[in-house]
């Protein structure tokens, strides 16, 4: 093989497709993960979220938790598992003052169940308004 008969143009192009799957698609497979924001403490994985009933979870709607609260699960809707095997869960909690929060719930859930309608749950502040531990009972 001569250098010089080398079509330049399709080698960088195989070059540049195998460094974007070295490098690229390793970095593209971990953008599911949620981002957890200073001074929130989250699973070691979050294919461990739920290990002892405990999930590390944003509020997605509703107001902000300042104290811990009890609460009832209304709802758990699109558990369909991604392409990682993780299910984004969202929750409806009815906290005990009457206030309404919904979760997002990442987790495995061939580790670990989902929250279920009519599950009794404690929430708790994580470190950030937005983010709570629901531990289940």
Request: hydrophobic share 40%.
């Amino acid at each position: 093989m001569n250098l010089y008969n080398i079509d330049w143009k399709k080698f960088l192009t195989v070059i540049i497709i195998l460094v974007f799957f070295i490098i690229g698609l390793p970095l593209f497979a971990q953008a599911w993960a949620p981002k957890l924001p200073k001074g929130v403490h989250g699973p070691i994985s979050w294919y461990m979220n739920g290990e002892a009933g405990r999930y590390f979870v944003p509020i997605v709607r509703g107001s902000k938790l300042l104290d811990p609260a009890t609460g009832i699960v209304r709802t758990d809707s699109n558990c369909k598992p991604d392409s990682q095997g993780l299910s984004h869960c969202y929750n409806e909690i009815e906290l005990q003052s009457g206030k309404i929060i919904t979760i997002q719930n990442t987790h495995k859930m061939s580790n670990f169940h989902c929250l279920y309608p009519g599950e009794h749950v404690n929430v708790q502040p994580d470190g950030s308004s937005s983010w709570v531990i629901v531990q289940t009972n």
